[in-house]
């Protein structure tokens, strides 16, 4: 079927259930009732049927549409945003989906509230008018009477745009006030009046605002309000800790899962780790609070998992929530065989079990995220030297990294303080969300790239090279087992892994390698000079390999083949001595110095 025929039925299934609202059965999950639910990010609404579509495989009865399509409640007066939405919520009731929920941040951006209100010092909002609370509900009223057939909201109340804690009362002294004044008023809208399930989204940079997470919960007024809680603290990452607080606080409570990997490849590459998932979900659902999850399906554009080999880890999911006596291998031998056939099981998983080690030793280094959103990005990404460290939420801050390595880290006085460039210490990058870090000394100035450390890292970059082509070679094992289409789709998933692992050793070596070089001509070994000229070399040599790929390949907010540009990028500052003088307003020390072979 093509994509326009498709379309076209999605445009008759939204027409018709708009003629029937008034007979719309769908009603919202009650609370006895396990939520097994996905998100969509994408706004591309073919991509997006394709995901509806094999919902009732799952029995999702909950489907959340996020991000490109609602990411803002106030986004349903956009009426392109809205008229995609209409047509999923429509199509997700015809295939059984009881439960459609928009996602909504709150407060918005500062401009989008009358000036009449903005009455408190420096043009904030006066939380002691109660014209505003009027005026803000009956905006919610006129958001909600635009989407009728939903069952939901997913609220996020904390990073918001204009943010509550920074608006000005005199009655309402605490943050943890302000944050629950606002998901009070917006709940006495979507419980107390429309009759539908709100979920409090929640997640944190720093242990301050979790802290103001869980004093604001405590004071919501509406005993409905339901949690949605991330797998980890703050952000995706597969070396963090699991939340610490999903699951403990009273009230029912779903984990937000993301198994399309936004930090971890974007199906773009290998991520198949139920291991992983059973991991995290086997400690949530040994938790009191735990009434369902909610699992991301893509990353934006067309990186939808489903239909492809990431789909395993939506499968882990649904399989240890139905029986949790399942191994990991149970489900790699159920969803490999299902999804492609018994006679190329034991390659297939041979190939899918590499994944994690993989990803950790590509697009991690020594057990933190180097890597933007899965996009090649050593420098000038501010967020790899404090705001993403796992360190950041582990007592001790320490990790045994493997790899080739065999070797207990200390996340900072180790791995941030020798790898973060001197401009991410000196104020280029997230301090304020880790104030014990400098308090104890554990960052020092300047520049402490070094050879020990590099090593390190191409050993480990090495090891995830190896085990890419371990994979790749067993999915050319599959050939005579499977159809053209599906050998040739899984045979570029893992080449692309490959290609990947290559690049990002090449590039590794040449980046952190470069700064040691940058030191002074004590610094710069033959062995040194050696490495940085091998891997110019190879550098370019991989990137035009992507720059010639010409297969199609999944595109959401990481963009596979610009990584070669990124890595060329590089290659000219230091052939060049043209690197930036300065990041975030910081003397990056590295502007002049030509790399010399």
């Known amino acids: ?123 904030t909002i006066d939380l002691d008018d109660t014209a505003f609370w009027e005026w803000f509900k009956e905006d919610y009223r006129e958001m909600l009477n635009l989407a009728p057939n939903i069952q939901g909201l997913i609220l996020t109340f904390i990073e918001t745009g204009a943010r509550v804690e920074d608006q000005y009362s005199e009655k309402f002294k605490t943050n943890q006030e302000k944050l629950a004044l606002v998901v009070n008023a917006v709940a006495s809208v979507v419980i107390g009046e429309y009759g539908l399930n709100l979920y409090a989204r929640t997640f944190s940079y720093t242990y301050e605002e979790y802290e103001n997470i869980i004093g604001a919960i405590k004071l919501f007024e509406y005993p409905e309000i339901r949690l949605m809680m991330k797998e980890t603290p703050h952000d995706f990452f597969l070396t963090h800790p699991n939340d610490m607080f999903a699951g403990t606080i009273n009230r029912p409570t779903i984990i937000e899962f993301d198994v399309a990997g936004e930090f971890n490849g974007q199906g773009v590459i290998a991520n198949t780790w139920p291991e992983y998932i059973l991991n995290r979900w086997t400690d949530f659902l040994k938790r009191d609070n735990i009434i369902g999850y909610a699992a991301r399906t893509d990353r934006y554009g067309d990186t939808r998992i489903i239909g492809r080999p990431s789909e395993i880890n939506l499968y882990a999911l649904k399989r240890y929530l139905e029986d949790q006596n399942l191994t990991a291998d149970d489900i790699y031998n159920e969803f490999i065989t299902k999804m492609y056939n018994e006679e190329s099981l034991p390659f297939i998983k041979n190939a899918f079990k590499n994944s994690y080690d993989i990803i950790t030793s590509v697009l991690y280094t020594l057990g933190t995220s180097t890597a933007n959103h899965s996009k090649l990005n050593y420098d000038p990404y501010t967020s790899h030297w404090a705001r993403h460290v796992s360190g950041k939420w582990l007592d001790p801050p320490v990790v045994f990294v493997e790899h080739g390595i065999n070797r207990k880290f200390h996340y900072w006085t180790d791995i941030i303080n020798t790898l973060a460039p001197d401009w991410a210490k000196a104020g280029g990058s997230q301090l304020d969300e880790i104030p014990w870090v400098t308090e104890n000394g554990w960052l020092t100035r300047g520049e402490n790239m070094n050879e020990e450390y590099l090593m390190y890292i191409i050993t480990e970059k090495e090891y995830g090279v190896n085990l890419a082509e371990a994979s790749l070679n067993e999915i050319i094992k599959t050939k005579q087992y499977l159809s053209d289409e599906q ?111």
């Not at 009732?56 to 991000?67: A, F, K, R, T, V």
Request: glycine share 6%; net charge neutral; aromatic share 12%.
């Open 1 to 123: 079927m093509s994509k326009k025929i498709f379309y076209l039925i999605l445009i008759y299934f939204c027409l018709l259930s708009c003629s029937q609202k008034s007979n719309n059965n769908n009603k919202p999950l009650s609370i006895d009732e396990t939520v097994k639910g996905w998100i969509i990010l994408s706004d591309n609404v073919h991509e997006d049927s394709l995901v509806i579509e094999k919902s009732s495989e799952y029995d999702i009865n909950h489907l959340q549409i996020s991000h490109h399509l609602i990411h803002d409640l106030r986004h349903v007066r956009d009426t392109e945003r809205l008229r995609k939405a209409e047509i999923l919520t429509n199509y997700a009731h015809s295939q059984g989906i009881q439960e459609v929920a928009l996602w909504d941040r709150s407060l918005y951006e500062l401009d989008y509230y009358p000036d009449q209100f903005k009455t408190g010092p420096n043009g």
């Open 487 to 597: 050998y040739q789709k899984l045979y570029d998933y893992f080449y692309r892994t490959l290609i990947t692992a290559r690049l990002h050793k090449a590039v590794s070596t040449l980046y952190f390698g470069f700064r040691i070089y940058a030191r002074g001509t004590s610094y710069q070994t033959a062995n040194l000079i050696d490495l940085l000229s091998k891997s110019l070399g190879q550098t370019k040599e991989i990137s035009g390999i992507i720059n010639n790929y010409n297969k199609d390949v999944p595109i959401g907010q990481w963009n596979w083949k610009e990584d070669a540009e990124m890595a060329l990028q590089y290659c000219e500052w230091i052939e060049n001595g043209t690197w930036p003088s300065e990041t975030k307003g910081y003397q990056t020390n590295l502007n002049g110095i030509i790399f010399k072979n």
